[in-house]
Each structure stands twice: as structure tokens, then as C-alpha cells.
């Protein structure tokens, strides 16, 4: 599909109760690499291509100013491999930063509900 100019984008995220949000988008990466896609294209498929699909490329898809971002920082480069962006060292998101001990207090609390 990419050869023949089909853009791919990544929609695992979407709400359904069947998948657990951030964990399917994971899985969805590894997917289109395995597919295909180069790690960049896969990343690009949940970000700067989801974003001009829903006609939000002006304030989505891209880390600038006068855009809405939130950001994951990782100790390894997923350009190398797309499972590097399972390696979270913290997000920040909603003008809050959140580490490794914040994000697992948070996935802990949800496995309890």
C-alpha cells in the first residue's frame, strides 16, 4: 500500500474496549515495521500524518511553537528500532511531567480498577 502511495496511519488508539490505549499503539508500530514501514514512517503514521488526516496539521503532529504536543522521552532511539519507544524514562503531558515512578504508580492504579 505504501509503495502505491496509500498513507497509513496508525488507529489502534482509538477508543475501543477491547484495546488498552498506549499499549495497542505499541503494538501497532511493531506491526507496520514488520509490514514494511520504516520506524520513521511508522512513527510518522501516529503523528504527522494522523494529524493531516484530521486536517490539524497547524497545531498537531509536530513538537513547535503554537502547537499542542505532549512529549515521551525515551533512553534509546526508535529510529533504530520502533520497540525503542517502549523505553519511556517519562512523559510530559498536559504541561506535567510525569517519570518512570509517576507512570507506573499510574499503571498500577489502573490494574486495580
Do not use: K
Amino acid at each position: 500500500m505504501r509503495r502505491a502511495g496509500v498513507q497509513v496511519l496508525a488507529g489502534s488508539d482509538s477508543p475501543n474496549n477491547c484495546l488498552v490505549a498506549g499499549f495497542s499503539l505499541h503494538w501497532e508500530l511493531a506491526l507496520l515495521q514488520r509490514a514494511g514501514l520504516t520506524p520513521l514512517e511508522a512513527l510518522q503514521s501516529a503523528t504527522i500524518t494522523a494529524a493531516a488526516a484530521m486536517d490539524r496539521s497547524a497545531d498537531l503532529g509536530r513538537i513547535a511553537p503554537g502547537y499542542r504536543a505532549d512529549i515521551v522521552i525515551l533512553d534509546a532511539n526508535p529510529l533504530d528500532d520502533i520497540a525503542n519507544a517502549r523505553r519511556i524514562v517519562g512523559v510530559m503531558a498536559q504541561g506535567r511531567w510525569r517519570d518512570a515512578d509517576a507512570l507506573a504508580a499510574l499503571r498500577d492504579g489502573a490494574r486495580q480498577d
